[in-house]
């Protein structure tokens, strides 16, 4: 546990943690892309009106802005955490 | 047919103005006409990349507001005569440019029969950029394997597919490439660099080329001479696979593992 478990520690596999982040973030960014260019305000402060009743993590909201014959569609999911009905 | 390619990225230093000089002298030697223009108003720096620095008297902001013609603006290549460089303008003035103005100087390439006309964007996302790509049927996103330089091709996708002529006329799409560019398979082995696969899947389109990381880079724009022109450099071999595949040529991704040799000399210096 001393010395050589920090030294064979170092050197971490950053590379995954900058695909996870890339990931999440690019997902993000094309589901507004196009759209008017208030959607990621609009985005985080659904986000911060639905923080105060559940504890969801920051990706959990999605907005997705959709074309269908002619009118715009905004289309607004929330993924709750698992354990909701335990915590109410 | 005059094909117009951008070379892009959005974010700055990641190898736009190196691959644009590289892919242009690289199709010129392959018997193609080809102009390469700098858009980066301002920063001109092609003229130093391609090694004519000295021999620019006109620029693109010049032909655009008519006080040279496009044959005087255009300097011909010491080393390929099928291949010409436009510098860009050292003026202050981002308004300089303008999409009529482009336009112009592209009818009149196309006028005079060149087979490709590369066009080297600036960083970012403004009028200057936005114009390097407006009128492109081909464009070479350039990306490190690093974070922000991945989520902003990303954007550059996006803009490539909605703010181009091509797809506000719907004439069809802009061709995109992928170039991932300063790639270290040493780094990417140890889980400290974004690898291929990882680029590739987070913008869901595979790549036309992988540009090692060289130091022959910096050796060539001291020289002043496009590192596609050195054939023993790694980087200049994988342009020149590059530039095979955006001709439609089919060969395999080379120089991505680790290479026994390059690790030895890189340890002890040789
Ligand atoms: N494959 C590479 N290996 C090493 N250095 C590189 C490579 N490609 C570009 N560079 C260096 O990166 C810097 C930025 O390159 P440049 O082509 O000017 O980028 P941009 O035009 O996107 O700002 C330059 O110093 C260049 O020499
Ligand atoms: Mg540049």
Known sequence: ????????SKPKNTANLARERLRIIVAQERSTRGGPDYLPLLRSELLEVIRKYVHVDPDAVNVNLESDSGHDVLELSVALPESEDDNA | MTEILVVTSGKGGVGKTTTSASLATGLAQLGKKVAVIDFDVGLRNLDLIMGCERRVVYDFVNVIQGEATLKQALIRDKRLDNLYVLAASQTRDKDALTQEGVEKVLKGLEEDKFDYVVCDSPAGIEKGAHLAMYFAD???????PEVSSVRDSDRILGLLASKTRHAENGSGEVAQHLLLSRYNPVRVAAGEMLSVQDVEEILGISVVGVIPESEQVLAA???GVPVILDNESLAGQAYQDTVARILGEERPLRFLDVQRKGLLKRMFGG
């Open chain 2, 221 to 223: 724009s001291n020289a």
């Open chain 2, 138 to 144: 081909q464009a070479v996103v350039v990306v490190n």
């Open chain 1, 1 to 8: 546990m001393g010395i050589l478990d920090f030294l064979r």
